[in-house]
């Protein structure tokens, strides 16, 4: 994998205080490697920690910092995505603790033409893992148009 030299802010969609990824470290063609600093300022820190389900959220942005970094080399930007589902995952801690660095790693294992993708991830400690999952996510070409439409067709269903 080669090193990532552009903050992360420059990789995601996201902004402020949404942004959980503190770091990308690495990446390839198929692979993302992102930190993420738990801080008791944190979005979702609840004076304990931050909660293991969270996780998920930690490795679908680091999906969005791959897509991010992948639209960066063709000379585009990041654009929004969507996390459809996930399967399997499994957490072996209720929090992840202050002070803690995690390190969220991404394997994409498909992405269709579509946008429609499939990614294997982890998340480690000190070189342990403690989470797992797969997740599915979607990247349409022009996601303004899909909320637009999806807007649309709320107003027009039947109450």
């Known amino acids: 994998m080669t090193p990532i030299t552009v903050p992360v802010a420059d990789l995601l969609p996201h902004a402020g205080r949404m942004r959980l990824l503190d770091r990308a470290i ?5 692979h993302l490697v992102a930190e993420v600093d738990i801080r008791p300022d944190g979005l979702f820190f609840d004076g304990t920690g931050v909660g293991g389900w969270v996780g998920i959220e930690y490795m679908a942005q680091a999906i969005a910092a791959w897509a991010g970094l992948k639209a960066r080399a063709g000379g585009g930007t990041p654009r929004i995505g969507f996390l459809l589902g996930s399967r399997r995952y499994r957490c072996e801690v209720a929090h992840f603790l202050p002070g803690q660095t995690l390190r969220v790693r991404i394997r994409c294992d498909y992405l ?12 480690d400690i000190d070189g342990t893992p403690v989470a ?13 148009a899909l909320l637009q439409r999806a807007a649309h067709d709320r107003q027009d269903a039947p109450t």
Do not use: K, S, W
């Open 132 to 144: 797992t999952a797969a997740l599915t996510v979607y990247e349409p070409a022009d996601p303004a």
């Open 112 to 123: 269709a033409d579509n946008g429609l993708g499939q990614f294997d991830c982890r998340i």
């Open 26 to 30: 690495e990446g390839d063609a198929e």
